[in-house]
């Protein structure tokens, strides 16, 4: 079975990659330790395992994510479900909450476009004293993020909103914080992109108009100067191209004290804007 795992997948993995989903996938199929897998002849995979294991192999050799073979990620020491209607976390993602963890103080916090609830939920875990609210405009996406909430029992106020449609600025609640991490790739990046992740993650929450690549910024901006408290802070994760661009929309619509952060790849990926 290694022989095979390796043999299908050496032309689109590398080695240590190879190896990393090898025993994945193995402690997945056989719900084993990996130290009970290691001392096992054979993996102690049965041959109903074995063709498991060969299915998920032709998959991954399509280039599809392991995510999405498994339905589950680890994220922040969360085990997620996942699905297509679902972006797969990201690193610098993780970093983003970190920095609003720096700042967090028994707030009210508001993450628009939660899809898998990555953010809502490590943000719930990590401060317990905080309220956290989440909306999404895909209730497929929402539906996920409530069974990973109720899988780690985190108590989080989720509902549907259209952050684009008008409508939503008559929602009355205000918050501390609001953060997002939504569509912000143009399509004419699409070229430049993987096959994992352009023919099997949603493009609806990655993509944005080539003519209109600030849409949710601004939009999102529009809507927390109105619904942020008085000392409010604004989190957005960004696209790296366009940091200054996002900033100056930012502060054309009132926002201030605007500062832009870079990632562990040093990528300018996170801007965070105060109310006053």
């Known amino acids: 079975m290694k022989t095979y795992f390796y043999n299908t997948l050496s032309p689109f993995y590398s080695e240590q990659a190879i190896k990393e989903l090898f025993f994945l996938i193995i402690q ?7 130290s009970e897998i290691l001392i096992a ?10 063709e498991k294991i060969k299915k998920i192999t032709r998959r991954l050799s399509l280039s599809e994510p392991i995510e999405y073979i498994l339905k589950e990620t680890q994220f922040r020491n969360l085990s ?13 993602t993780s970093e983003l909450i970190d920095w609003i963890n720096e700042e967090n103080n028994k707030t009210t916090i508001l993450d628009i476009g939660t899809g898998s609830g990555c953010i809502a939920l490590s943000l719930a875990k990590e ?6 609210f989440a909306c999404d405009i895909s ?15 985190l108590n989080i106020n989720f509902f549907w909103a259209n952050i684009l449609d008008e409508q939503v600025f008559s929602h009355k609640k205000k918050y501390d914080i609001i953060v997002s991490n939504p569509p912000y790739i143009c399509q004419k990046e699409a070229i430049l992109m993987n096959d994992n992740v352009l023919k099997y993650e949603p493009h609806s929450a990655l993509f944005v108009p080539d003519e209109d ?4 910024y601004r939009e999102i901006s529009k809507f927390a100067i109105s619904h942020l408290n008085e000392h409010g802070r604004l989190f957005f994760e960004i696209n790296e191209n366009y940091a200054q661009e996002t900033k100056q929309i930012i502060q054309s619509i009132g926002f201030k004290n605007i500062e832009i952060k870079k990632d562990f790849y040093n990528k300018n990926r996170m801007i965070k804007a105060c109310i006053k």
Request: proline share 11%; hydrophobic share 30%; charged share 25%.
């Open 28 to 34: 997945h199929v056989t719900k084993k330790t990996l």
């Open 41 to 50: 002849p054979n993996y102690g995979l049965t041959p109903k395992d074995e």
């Open 80 to 92: 997620l479900h996942l699905n297509n209607f679902t972006l797969i976390p990201r690193p610098e």
């Open 127 to 132: 401060n317990p004293t905080s309220k956290i």
């Open 139 to 153: 209730k497929e996406a929402l539906k996920i993020a409530k069974e990973n909430a109720k899988k780690h029992n």
């Open 213 to 216: 690549p600030f849409l949710f």
